[in-house]
Nanobody
Framework: VQLQASGGGLVQAGGFLRLSCAAS????????MGWYRQAPGKQRELVAD??????NYANSVKGRFTISRDPAKNTVYLQMNSLKPEDTSIYYC?????????????????WGQGTLVTVSS
C-alpha cells in the first residue's frame, strides 16, 4: 500500500488546515488508518486513528481535530481546527490491513511521506 499525504502548510494560531492521505489500494483491504506527528527532538505520537467508523484521538487534540475517511476515494482526512503553536510538527499517515491501536506507531506496516504543519503564534 502506498500512501500520499498532503495539505500541510503555514497557518496562524487559531487557524485551520485539512490533511489528506490517499491510499493506493481499496479501503476494503485497509482496516485502520491513522495520523501521527513528530516534532524535532520528540517522540512520534498518535494524533488520531479510525477503524471503519470508530475514531480515537489523542487528548491534546480532542475537540479540535476530526479524522474521517472516504472509502470511495481511498482517502483519510484530518481536519485540524483551532490550531496551536504546539501542533507544529511533521504529520504522517499510516495504514494497516489488520486491526491495531498503536500510540507510538511502531506496528503499522504502511506509511506516507509526511507533511509539515507549522503554526505561528
Amino acid at each position: 500500500v502506498q500512501l500520499q499525504a498532503s495539505g500541510g502548510g503555514l497557518v496562524q494560531a487559531g487557524g485551520f488546515l485539512r490533511l489528506s492521505c490517499a491510499a493506493s489500494e481499496s479501503s476494503l483491504s485497509i482496516i485502520v488508518m491513522g495520523w501521527y506527528r513528530q516534532a524535532p527532538g520528540k517522540q512520534r505520537e498518535l494524533v488520531a486513528d479510525i477503524v471503519r467508523g470508530d475514531t480515537n484521538y489523542a487528548n491534546s487534540v480532542k475537540g479540535r481535530f476530526t479524522i474521517s475517511r472516504d472509502p470511495a476515494k481511498n482517502t483519510v482526512y484530518l481536519q485540524m481546527n483551532s490550531l496551536k503553536p504546539e501542533d507544529t510538527s511533521i504529520y504522517y499517515c499510516a495504514a494497516d490491513k489488520v486491526f491495531l491501536r498503536d500510540v507510538v506507531g511502531t506496528r503499522y506496516d504502511y506509511w506516507g511521506q509526511g507533511t509539515l504543519v507549522t503554526v505561528s503564534s
